[in-house]
């Protein structure tokens, strides 16, 4: 063939703690799968954004760091927060920049169990619990509008204002149907708590009937957030796609990760739908200092977030293969300590790319 190789630019950050041990790993995989079927190439430029950066400067990144990677094809990010910094500046200095300059609305977080892992959950295994979870990332109750009013008093009083705009409904609805409409069971579940607030709230359940009409396929119910953690543990089979607040989301998924294994598998993309500006594809685990520099961080989590990446760049063949030569690893038992084996992240990463070039 004379179709020129695709060539993808990948900024990626590293940044704290396991964050470049994971993220090596997960750049080993992504080589071990470019350019094969005269498929693609990445070409990847690392930024050293991160906590020592703000040790020695000041700033976790350069002011026109944004503009330093607008023009990538998407982000792959480790892990920020250390434990000598705060954790707002940290969050504040890096992780909500690019989300926000990026308006990435939409955070994605595939949760299945993986071959080979353990659920807390008796008798649940893979096949089980598959879900997609879609946050609303941009607006809702971390607006961070509000304030407090005779601080310290008795009668002090506190606000803290969720904000839910028509627009930002919306669009993270038709986004949340549209992987609903694309995977085999055609089911989405719109999570509100529209029985206690009244308005907001209300306004979600509305927007999702409205757009709702559009994708006829898919069967979509309504749950209230406290009946939903009951129905995630008790009947893990009976949901699919999953769409919730910027809070209630952030909840469920860190439920959805326990349930699934392990902290150190959940991936999780912050995606601007619209690809206006790249999105960033990251591990949901932190930079997890306790078990820094000792070569057992678990890298199935970015593996996983590799190939969001690549399914979002396109690359939906090399996406699927990485996470089979990862199913493939996993039961065989090639675990890190995290879910229960004794190996190191070498050793899986070695696996996973050996189950990559070993496929035909
Ligand atoms: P942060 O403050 O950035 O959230 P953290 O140090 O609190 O980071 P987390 O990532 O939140 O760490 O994870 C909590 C614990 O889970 C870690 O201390 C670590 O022991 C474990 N853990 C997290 N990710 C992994 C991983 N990829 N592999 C193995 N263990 C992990
Ligand atoms: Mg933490």
Redesign the pocket.
Known sequence: GSNPLRTYKIASIPAD??GPE?IAAGLQALEALARRDGGFELDVTEFDWSSERYRKTGALMPEDGRDQIKDFDAIFFG???APDIP?HVTLWGLRLPLCQGFDQYANVRPTKILPGITSPLAGVGPGDLDWVIVRENSEGEYSGIGGRAHRGLPEEVATEVSIFTRVGVERIMRYAFKPAQSRPRKLLTVVTKSNAQRHGMVMWDEIAAEVGKDFPDVTWDKMLVDAMTVRMVKSPRSLDTIVATNLHADILSDLAGALAGS??VAPTGNIDPERRYPSMFE?I???????TGKG???PV?TFWTASQMLEHLGEADAARRLMRAVEKVCADGIL?P?VGGDATTRQVTDAVCEAIRGEN
Do not use: M, R, Y
Not at 285 to 291: E, K, L, N, Q, R
């Open positions: 703690g396991i994971v892990a920020v927060g954790d902290l150190g591990p685990h932190g930079s997890a200092f306790d078990i057992i961080a678990n989590a890190t995290d």
